[in-house]
């Protein structure tokens, strides 16, 4: 590096935005994840030893794979490389393996790859890597935010160890919020700003797990407001954090493991005669931008495969909204959808309909950082045992297909969204629904 790449690399670290200048540098400064790094823990356990293998960091934004594989880097004796699998290709993997080679024939030194959204690459990107991972020639750490056993080369896969990251919790990113406030080094400190607490919880929860969300809006808000004229402070209050923050972001992706999640979930819930979770997920879907086709498809199918002929006209229902939402389209098709997977549902209706989705539209809003509970996430794929996939109670496996399990995440268990009136054939679904759960529409 000669004095003009020193002085580049100065002056990047200096303007760069606050959550990059914030990354910690060591493993006990990082913030979450206590079930991979935890004392004890294997990956921690690794890195302190110097002795790491390849390994997969696999999560949502703003949770820390990045920040990992930099502390890794400060941490490790081995050459540190890095590439990012958006704009780096064959050529420049190239350059890493011959460069990992001489290394470790001159030096003896190891050299560890970090490849950052390791599913950009294609197969044969993948294949590439393959057999200097095999030989040790470079130690991999690929970090994604999609499902690896979905993105990632199964051979690549084998010889890697997966680890999950978990969205921070509200605690984790509240300690974060303050620590950019007030760290005079890497953080805001230098602009003497003061946040009240009630902006901190604001942007701890508001940001969904993603550090990132957090410490922008943090920056923003120190950066556009002026400093109280009589005691020179930045306030950076509440109304200041509602500026910086005016909508919830919702985990949703159309084509990752979410959706696989919450569709997965969507049907579990209408089988397990829960229509309260069925019309919940339906409503996160929604707001994530799902098709509604895609949607209808699933009802028509959960109707034939898991109502069947306990109530035919179920699957005339299904056929309906599938046909409707198509001449309809969205917004309205949300009403239409919540018919039909309410009526799926409870088999075996009134403006309760309409109240049951708008009513879970406001909870996503409202909650839409609960997770889906992991035995209800998918687990088709030959990882998810390993990812926490398991649990689930097969509702056909017992008396009178039902069986009381937790389908709403836990922030909104015994939240109730669908109420049956006393209304025509609803009166009967009513009935239905408390002798199957013990549960009256009093009790909720």
């Not at 969507?266 to 089988?271: G, P």
């Not at 509604?292 to 006209?313: H, K, L, W, Y």
């Amino acid at each position: 590096m000669d004095l003009f790449d020193y002085m580049r690399e100065q002056s990047s670290a200096k303007d760069a935005p606050l959550a990059r200048r914030l990354r910690p540098k060591k493993l006990e400064d990082v913030v979450g994840q206590e079930h991979i790094l935890g004392p004890g823990k294997l990956l921690t356990r690794a890195i302190e030893a110097d002795r790491l293998s390849s390994v997969i960091l696999y999560g949502p934004p703003g949770t820390g794979k990045t920040t990992l594989a930099y502390v890794i880097a400060n941490t490790t004796k081995a050459e540190f490389k890095e590439i990012n699998a958006t704009t780096s290709g064959k050529k420049d993997m190239e350059e890493v393996v011959q460069g990992a080679r001489n290394t470790l024939g001159m030096y003896g030194r190891k050299t560890i790859l970090f490849v950052d959204e390791i599913h950009r690459f294609n197969k044969a990107q993948q294949d590439f890597l393959l057999p200097y991972v095999e030989d040790g020639t470079v130690i991999l750490i690929g970090a994604t935010t999609e499902n690896p056993y979905f993105e990632v080369n199964s051979a690549l896969i084998s010889r890697s160890t997966v680890f999950r990251l978990n969205p921070l919790n509200q605690e984790n990113i509240e300690a974060l919020v303050r620590r950019a406030v007030y760290d005079r080094e890497q953080g805001m400190g230098a602009y003497n700003a003061e946040i009240s607490e009630e902006a901190v919880h604001f942007l701890a929860d508001m940001a969904e797990g993603d550090a990132r969300n957090a410490l922008n809006a943090v920056e923003l808000g120190i950066l556009t407001t002026e400093p109280d004229p009589e005691d020179g402070k930045i306030h950076f209050t509440l109304a200041v954090a509602e500026e910086c923050i005016q909508r919830r972001h919702i985990k949703y992706d159309k084509d990752g493991d979410n959706h696989y999640d919450i569709i997965s979930a969507f049907i579990k819930s209408m089988r397990g005669s829960d229509p309260d979770a069925a019309v919940y997920y339906l409503a996160k879907m929604l707001y994530g931008g799902e098709s509604v086709t895609f949607i209808a498809r699933r009802i028509m199918i959960c109707a034939s495969e898991d109502v069947g002929n306990a109530d035919p006209q179920a699957l005339q229902v299904a056929v309906a909204a599938a046909q409707a939402v198509e001449r309809v389209g969205m917004p309205e098709s949300q009403l239409i959808l919540a018919h039909a997977a309410i009526y799926v549902a409870s088999a075996p209706k009134s403006n309760a309909v309409t109240n049951a989705i708008y009513a879970a539209m406001d909870a996503v809003k409202k909650y839409g950082r609960a997770e889906v509970p992991p035995h209800l996430r998918d687990a088709h794929y030959s990882g998810s045992r390993d990812l926490g996939h398991v649990g689930y109670q097969y509702a056909h496996d017992f008396p009178k297909h039902y069986v009381k399990q937790q389908y709403l995440p836990d922030p909104l268990v015994g939240m109730k969204f669908y109420h049956p009136t006393e209304q025509g054939k609803e009166a009967g679904i009513r009935k239905w629904l408390e002798e199957l759960t013990g549960e009256t529409e009093d009790e909720s």
